[in-house]
């Protein structure tokens, strides 16, 4: 599919009203696709673990965001690309702080801005909470050639939330997200996402959770240990592999996640288990 491009406000209205930057869970549509701008890094499409379509994501950071995301159990819903329209009053709300309202390129067109992430959460006590982030990598705060305009319009992007009543508005950056947990979230998500019919059997997980607690030693690796645990339950290694990311996806297994980077060949990390009938700790 083609790059959109919007040249008058027709061109804005008509993708308005086919329903995009609308919605929530499945049936949102994020205002921008990856054709639709370049970007830094690997832009993808992305099959939500959390939420049931496809994201759009137009870097690595937000890749690793997205995956950070879907892991907290605290997250209901995750609206990417999500866009502040130039609405009257978001045009007064430029000129109060004295910041020229953008334009798309060679028109007189007001740009439609985008919040790169508007997330839905819940408090210890199950309310709901809204909070806007936008993603950046770090130098593009610091050394890039543009960063005054690019700190107007974070100014203008806080401001236009804060009159949404969303005053929950962040930038974030890789430094933030920790080495170990975005590897250790990309690898749980490759082959974790979806279990085969046989791996979904309660009675099979239970099996695999207890041979797990029973092998897991600091002193094997974590493939000896998988593998063994596979072995005795007559299990595929590959099979059993998929269960493990599954199961520490689903909490069901836990370790430091955000301090020990989880790698098949070294050495199996210290487990506990959700489930009470596997609640051993694995030193």
Not at 46 to 61: A, E, N, P, T, Y
Not at 160 to 183: C, F, H, K, P, Q
Not at 189 to 201: P, T, V
Request: aromatic content about 10%.
């Amino acid at each position: 599919m083609r790059a959109r491009r919007f040249k008058t406000q027709a061109d804005v209205d008509r993708y308005v009203a086919d329903g995009n930057g609308a919605g929530e869970g499945e049936l949102y549509k994020p205002w921008l696709r990856v054709q639709d701008v370049p970007s830094r890094g690997r832009s993808r499409k992305v099959q939500g673990m959390k939420v049931s379509r496809i994201h759009q994501v137009f870097s690595d950071l937000e890749y690793r965001y997205l995956t950070v995301l879907e892991f907290s159990e605290r997250v209901v819903d995750i609206r990417e690309q999500y866009p502040l329209f130039p609405t009257d009053e978001a045009q007064q709300i430029a000129a109060r702080l004295g910041i020229a309202y953008p334009r798309y390129p060679a028109t007189t067109v007001p740009y439609v801005m985008t919040t790169d992430f508007l997330i839905t959460c819940t408090d210890a006590a199950g309310q709901k909470h809204t909070a806007a982030r936008t993603l950046k990598y770090s130098d593009e705060l610091t050394t890039d050639k543009n960063l005054q305009r690019r700190l107007e319009k974070f100014e203008l992007e806080k401001a236009l939330w804060a009159s949404n009543g969303v005053n929950d508005w962040g930038i974030v950056t890789e430094n933030m997200l920790g080495r170990a947990l975005t590897r250790n979230l990309e690898w749980l998500r490759q082959g974790g996402m979806s279990q085969q019919r046989h791996l979904a059997q309660p009675d099979v997980q239970r099996l695999f959770l207890d041979h797990l607690a029973f092998f897991a030693s600091a002193d094997r690796t974590l493939a000896s240990v998988i593998r063994t645990v596979a072995s005795t339950i007559r299990l595929p290694y590959s099979d059993a592999v998929m269960l493990f990311k599954h199961l520490v996806w689903q909490k069901a297994i836990m370790f430091d996640i955000q301090g020990v980077e989880l790698q098949l060949s070294r050495s199996c990390p210290s487990l506990t288990f959700s489930d009470q009938s596997s609640s051993r700790k694995a030193a």
